[in-house]
């Protein structure tokens, strides 16, 4: 979707149609969007009492997509009308404008019609040969759905809330020596020596007891049940097992799987659907009367016996009828673990399932000797991760007190491992947690390493920044700086403004509803 936006964007015509359609999100006639009806199913949202209605909301959704499709095309239009966040996007759009105009209209923030005459002259999708063309900005603005009037008010609205932006734009203002000191910042260079203390080397010295063993399998004996498990045979009756019958020459399809899914789609006309429906009380009764299982209950009504297989308690089937949850239940219900034929499930596509016991197995804690491998294993684990961070946390300590990184290496029982000239954006092998540790911390003061240590996914690593190179301010292109200082006060002043319109929500009364929101959307 972005890509389809960057290329389009690369056109002097895409970047004058670019700017229509970002005015005509602005503002499209914000006052249109109130509703003043009591009908709390037409409102989809409410800002401090005043609604958007959801036929206002609808024809803000039907703009947006016949703009994107007229400027995109209908294909990239429809992908963005399937997204789920479509339409919160649209309206949250509409709430923020309707909260922006509101904060204008309190500050008595106006656009004379001098100003606005002047803004439209100086767009450039409207000027032929550097001046303004009455008659092409007419023929664009057709050609987008819009009328003069339309787009004068739209801009005018725009304006008015382009005053708001004034505050954070000051507040985002970036100075040159800022500018320098983010490229100076990039532009270093680290030497940086590292050792690695992993956990595996103290695997052999953190081997449990038995009674370490006995005492957390005691103390976690919940982790080591097994579930109770199942076998059923089951039947399902639907309309389909009447189709037959009611006439159609189509018969039903039944799978002999254990696991099938249910009867495959055949056509069902209304016969077979009321002839269902009247066994559907003669089915339960047979079910309830029934002492063979459910051989009676198949035979009366021509179905199979399936079997299911083995069903874990709490883990539905990807298919089958044991994919809903339900159904799952039923197999472990009293009744059928007691030998009885069950009670008679509806499922979700309207047939009925029922189950008789084949065999049950109940659950159980398994043995201490069955798990006593895998309780050694993870306190081992456990154990040699804090000997190890213990180690590293020692090997550091002293080292920093002797202001050597070589007391790291632990008299050589550590290889120390040297990365030279490495930069943020090259890191050279150091993993991405280690890069940033080093470059966050001090630079080195009086030859003194700077050494810190970080968790790594084998153990801990303990690294010393030996060296910082940073360029002269002297070298930095001055239109770099400028380029540096209008990207930080781009990126200031959208956050503040973003923070001024989170601001004014949290202080209004905003109200979605959502129930509509989805309907309407969809």
Do not use: C
Not at 227 to 248: E, H, I, M, N, R
């Amino acid at each position: 979707m972005m890509e389809t936006f960057r290329n389009f964007g690369r056109s002097w015509v895409a970047k004058s149609l670019m700017i229509l359609i970002a005015l005509s999100f602005v503002l499209w006639g914000v006052s249109g969007y109130l509703f003043s009806g009591n009908s709390a199913s037409s409102v989809v949202a409410t800002v401090d009492g005043q609604k958007i209605s959801d036929a206002a909301f609808q024809k803000r959704m039907k703009d947006a997509l016949a703009r994107y499709s007229h400027i995109f095309g209908a294909t990239t239009a429809a992908k963005m009308a399937v997204d789920r966040g479509f339409g919160l996007e649209v309206l949250n759009g509409l709430i923020d404008n309707m909260l922006l105009g509101m904060e204008a209209g309190r500050l008595g923030l106006q656009v004379p019609d001098a100003a606005l005459a002047k803004k439209i002259e100086s767009i450039p999708a409207f000027q032929e040969k550097g001046a303004f063309s009455k008659s092409l900005y007419q023929k664009l603005l057709a050609a987008n759905g819009m009328t003069p009037a339309q787009f004068e008010d739209m801009l005018r609205e725009s304006l008015r809330l382009e005053q708001l932006q004034v505050v954070p734009q000051v507040i985002a203002t970036a100075s040159k020596g800022e500018a320098t000191r983010i490229w100076a910042w990039s532009q270093e260079y680290r030497d940086v020596s590292t050792v690695d203390i992993r956990d595996s080397d103290f695997a052999a010295a953190a081997g449990p007891t038995a009674a370490e063993v006995a005492d957390y399998y005691h103390a976690h004996m919940d982790q080591f049940r097994l579930p109770a498990q199942v076998q059923v045979q089951y039947v399902v009756l639907g309309p389909k097992d009447f189709v037959a019958k009611s006439g159609t020459p189509t018969s039903p399809a039944v799978s002999s799987s254990p696991v099938a899914a249910p009867h495959l789609a055949v056509a069902v006309n209304s016969s077979a659907e009321n002839a269902f429906q009247a066994q559907v009380e003669n089915f339960k009764d047979r079910l309830f009367s029934s002492t063979d299982g459910l051989n009676a209950v198949a035979k009366a009504y021509g179905l199979t016996v399936q079997e299911s297989g083995v069903l874990t308690a709490g883990k539905v089937l990807a298919q089958g009828p044991f994919s809903d949850a339900k159904a799952l239940d039923l197999a472990f219900s009293k009744a059928v673990l007691a030998g009885k034929n069950s009670t008679a499930l509806t499922l979700a596509n309207g047939d009925l399932l029922a189950v008789h016991l084949l065999h049950y197995t109940p659950g159980s804690v398994q043995p201490q000797s069955a798990v006593a491998g895998a309780i050694t294993a993870k306190l081992t684990t456990e154990k040699a991760e804090q000997l190890a961070q213990k180690k590293a946390q020692a090997l550091l300590t002293a080292a920093r007190q002797a202001k050597d990184m070589n007391v790291l290496t632990d008299h050589g029982a550590y290889p120390l491992h040297a990365y030279r000239d490495v930069t943020r954006r090259n890191a050279l092998g150091l993993d991405n947690a280690v890069l940033e540790a080093a470059f966050s911390a001090p630079s080195p003061v009086g030859g003194v390493p700077s050494m810190d240590m970080v968790k790594t996914s084998s153990g801990y690593r303990i690294f010393a920044v030996t060296r910082v190179t940073a360029p002269a301010a002297a070298a930095i292109n001055p239109k770099v700086t400028a380029q540096i200082r209008a990207s930080l006060e781009e990126q200031r002043g959208r956050l503040l403004s973003t923070a001024y319109l989170k601001d004014l929500r949290e202080h209004a009364k905003v109200k979605i509803n959502n129930a509509q929101l989805a309907q309407i959307a969809h």
